[in-house]
T-cell receptor, first 111, second 114 residues
């Protein structure tokens, strides 16, 4: 069964304290893995697409990496404005026009 | 560029009332989606469309209906609203159904059924 699991559910960091969020997936023939950021009261905002194992993408303090079973979102020296829920999603094995979302990691960065 | 626009942003309904949630996109995307998001439950797909005139059910379609008469618009209809439909509803669109392009989301409609 296609599945996406994110961990931890919640993460509290001090400003400047680097950490990583995990997204594990079980799908056949991965077409792409997507990371989103969601602020309270807003819709998910697209961050990155990763297509193959070994690929990395960076944006400011965020770096996403991909292996054959999981993806990591590394946050380097986070700031309070990085506080948000981070979601990952993959297309289904047999219905690639539908995304399967994880339940997200809620990140709080304190000054 | 507006992207995906949803209206209204907030709405309170009484049990048994009906309403239509509006969604429009200006990116000329063929694929459009409706999700609901409940606390701690993640995004659940209600209905989706691969182009004008074509719609299909997602995971949780009961109590909802959709239509797609144009590429731009994908309204979601609630008939006989029930408390279980209290949720945040998101519309999204994508340029491809092959799983290699992201979906882009609107900012949601927060719906309460009392």
């Amino acid at each position: 069964e296609d599945q996406v699991t994110q961990s931890p559910e919640a993460l509290r960091l001090q400003e400047g304290e680097s950490s990583s969020l995990n997204c594990s997936y079980t799908v056949s023939g991965l077409r792409g893995l997507f990371w989103y950021r969601q602020d309270p009261g807003k819709g998910p905002e697209f961050l990155f697409t990763l297509y193959s194992a070994g690929e990395e993408k960076e944006k400011e303090r965020l770096k996403a990496t991909l292996t054959k079973k999981e993806s990591f979102l590394h946050i380097t020296a986070p700031k309070p404005e990085d506080s948000a829920t981070y979601l990952c999603a993959v297309p289904g094995s047999y219905n690639t026009d539908k995304l399967i979302f994880g339940t997200g990691t809620r990140l709080q960065v304190f000054p | 560029n507006a992207g995906v626009t949803q209206t209204p942003k907030f709405r309170i309904l009484k049990i048994g009332q009906s309403m239509t949630l509006q969604c429009t996109q200006d990116m000329n995307h063929n694929y459009m989606y409706w999700y609901r998001q409940d606390p701690g439950m993640g995004l659940k797909l209600i209905y989706y469309s691969v182009g004008a005139g074509i719609t299909d059910k997602g995971e949780v379609p009961n109590g909802y209906n959709v239509s797609r008469s144009t590429t731009e618009d994908f309204p979601l209809r609630l008939e006989l609203a029930a408390p279980s439909q209290t949720s945040v509803y998101f519309c999204a669109s994508s340029s491809s159904g092959e799983g290699n392009q992201p979906q882009h989301f609107g900012d949601g409609t927060r719906l309460s059924i009392l």
